[in-house]
């Protein structure tokens, strides 16, 4: 395996690739992908993304990443997937390394490969696409011709369950710190220090966290005793943050699949952040403050993108769309310049209460699919304590002008295990259902199909809920079970989250670098492609869990003190511990926080703390 080339890679490969699922998952060559000459560049890297090929396609850090590092000459940047079971299995078979699809170059000839952390429950597919590249698992496993194993992403705002695994982490957002990294790969290459010394450079880069120079120490109790930097490292790694959108680098030429991908179509970025402060949601602390793209700068990008990919559908993508300040008119003028040529739009996120029943015509003129709204919790005092600043009566107005245009097929999501939440609170989701529902009875619709989605709380690292427990499971299928009798209706059709992966989810959401050797010990009894409820295995975790002695419960279920370390206390989102210690106590008063983006600020610390402000365009 050690010596194959990637010829021979690619003949073994075109051999077998009839017998596996979507064979067009594994071979490259699509429209736009880039081809550089391996010999003419100066760091070669591989963008890695550890679910399947359709779900990593569609998204848009993938792209952005992709072409941000092959837009440097000196640069070549390449892709890689989580290759599903039965390729796995040929693969093995046949010891064939996992390799990158532009090229079929074994991962293992790269210098550095660039994981992304989207969801805790790819982990393991993370540590079994490094097995089956042939590359330790372990970083102190690893020699000087190993590639450099990076990471960023959302998840790795709580990074230490990897700790072992990865060299360095790349905290906040990378078009500005990537480049950095690879420029002293580059000079790594053509004068070489030490490990550890490449290390200590690498880590003078804004928002890069290097484990190794951290060290943790525990209380009897297994609660974390302190956190220590390393003289000569920040004591807190302050995430990476772009300041004007305007400038900032955007593909408009992007990779179109050969295959149906999950989100099959343009993506506009219209903004990044939001401000509404939900307490339970990580993205909107962890991608603060907010800052909008120009209408200008949007319509260029459209025009390009039309041009470059020949789909027939936008999406204007962001935390919440409808928050775009200058929404309407760019829907208006992308439909007017692009409608004739039969290019749609479309809102991947509408709130309730800034939902515009025209504008929602406008955008599904083409086609009226479903409307899904978010409620998150059944009652208004439970609202109020997740800040979720949506009344029922916003719900209703929404749903009866929706019903109204001729549309008959609503989606509503909330979220179970809520803190603070009752037996109320469940016979409210009930009751908003059945009032959406009636609405549309009411009104003379016919075929009314309103889908209720529950998904499980699960606290994640730097919101206000972080101290939080998740609410025990069998608990929580109580409730699933409750709900299931209580939405028996022709109407309306009830979907879950599975109990068992929301629990282990929480684990790796809260956890700290004591769980690495279980990750390391379910990979190695088959764990992998955990998201995938055909694929997850419960009971080998479980047996993992008793067999190293680890307790998941300590990490789910329990309740932390504000006094407690938490295992990311080293790792900086911007915005301050007083303030989601302050948030907590509002959410237990059931008081709501203002929107800083139209009203005063609220002190989250992002803006001075970090020299960048609001920036909207509307």
């Not at 077998?16 to 081809?35: C, H, M, T």
């Not at 059931?590 to 983006?597: H, M």
Request: aromatic share 10%.
């Amino acid at each position: 395996m050690s010596n194959i080339t990637a010829a021979q890679i690619r003949r073994q490969v075109e051999g077998f690739l009839p017998k596996v699922l979507k064979p067009s998952r594994y071979i490259g060559s699509e429209w736009n992908a880039i081809k550089k000459d391996w010999d003419k560049t100066e760091v070669q890297m591989v963008f890695a993304f550890p679910d399947v090929y359709e779900v990593g396609m569609s998204h848009l850090g993938t792209r952005i990443l992709y072409h941000l590092v092959n837009s440097y000459p000196e640069f070549l940047c390449e892709r890689v997937f989580a290759p599903w079971v039965d390729m796995e299995k040929e693969m093995r078979d046949k010891d064939i390394p996992l390799y990158a699809l532009e090229s079929f170059q074994p991962l293992k000839a790269f210098d550095l490969i660039g994981f992304t952390l989207q969801y805790e429950m790819s982990f393991t597919n993370l540590l079994n696409m490094l097995d089956m590249a042939g590359i330790p698992m372990r970083t102190d496993e690893r020699g000087p011709d190993d590639p450099w194993i990076i990471a960023g992403g959302p998840v790795a705002y709580n990074p230490e369950p990897l700790v072992g695994f990865i060299d360095f982490f790349l905290i906040g957002e990378s078009e500005e710190q990537l480049p950095e990294v690879l420029h002293l790969v580059a000079e790594q290459k053509k004068k070489p220090v030490s490990r550890i010394d490449f290390l200590r450079k690498v880590a003078q880069v804004q928002g890069v966290y290097v484990p190794d120079f951290y060290q943790v120490s525990y209380k009897p109790d297994g609660r974390i005793e302190k956190i220590e930097a390393d003289a000569g490292v920040p004591t807190l790694v302050e995430k990476a943050i772009v300041a004007d959108l305007d400038q900032a680098f955007y593909p408009t030429n992007p990779v179109v699949p050969y295959l149906e991908i999950v989100h099959d179509r343009m993506m506009l970025e219209v903004m990044r952040g939001c401000s509404r402060g939900c307490r339970f949601c990580q993205a909107g602390i962890i991608y603060r403050p907010v800052r909008e793209r120009s209408q200008e700068t949007l319509l260029r990008q459209t025009e390009e993108l039309v041009r470059a990919t020949g789909y027939d559908e936008i999406a204007l993508t962001s935390l919440s769309s409808g928050d775009y300040s200058c929404i309407q008119p760019v829907i208006h003028n992308i439909l007017e310049k692009h409608g004739e040529e039969g290019v749609g739009v479309s809102l991947p996120s509408l709130r309730v209460d800034s939902f515009d029943v025209d504008l929602a015509e406008t955008v599904q003129k083409a086609r009226k699919s479903g409307l899904t709204f978010a409620p998150e919790a059944g009652s208004q005092r439970l609202r109020d304590v997740i800040n979720k600043g949506v009344q029922e009566k916003n719900l209703l107005d929404a749903a009866e002008a929706a019903f109204k245009k001729g549309w008959s097929t609503i989606k509503l999501y909330f979220m179970v295990g809520l803190p603070t939440e009752t037996q109320e609170d469940i016979d409210g989701i009930v009751d908003l259902a059945k009032k959406v529902a009636n609405l549309g009875t009411k009104l003379g619709r016919r075929n009314i199909t309103v889908t209720i989605s529950t998904s499980i709380f699960v606290p994640k690292s730097h919101t206000p809920f972080q101290w939080e427990p998740q609410e025990s499971g069998a608990s929580v299928e109580l409730k699933q079970r409750y709900l299931r009798e209580k939405l028996r209706d022709r109407r309306l059709k009830y979907n879950y989250h599975d109990v068992k992966t929301s629990y282990l989810e929480a684990v790796f959401a809260k956890g700290d670098r004591r769980l690495a050797p279980l990750l390391e010990w379910a990979v190695k009894h088959g764990c992998r492609f955990d998201g995938w409820g055909e694929q997850f295995r419960y009971e080998v975790w479980m047996e993992g869990f008793k067999e190293l002695g680890i307790d998941p419960h300590f990490y789910a279920n329990r309740a932390l003190d504000y006094d407690d370390i938490l295992p990311w206390e080293h790792i900086g989102s911007g915005v301050t511990k007083q303030f989601l210690v302050e948030e907590h106590h509002r959410a237990l008063q059931e008081a709501k926080t203002i929107d800083c983006r139209y009203e005063d600020c609220t002190g989250c610390g992002v803006c001075p703390g970090r020299g960048v402000q609001i920036e909207l365009k509307g």
